[in-house]
């Protein structure tokens, strides 16, 4: 699922998954900076 997203905006993940009713997170680095990223689930 992260995949994608990772290799796009060359981010390199750094901890466990965080899934919510709406979201999964992901702790990042982006250019050596702490990140989160987002991605919003399909929510029927």
């Given at each position: 699922m992260f995949a994608p997203h990772l290799d796009r905006w060359s981010?390199?993940?750094?901890?466990?998954?965080i899934i919510t009713h709406s979201s999964r997170l992901l702790p990042v680095l982006w250019q050596e900076k702490p990140a989160m990223l987002k991605v919003a689930a399909d929510v029927d």
């Open positions: 981010l390199i993940s750094d901890g466990e998954p």
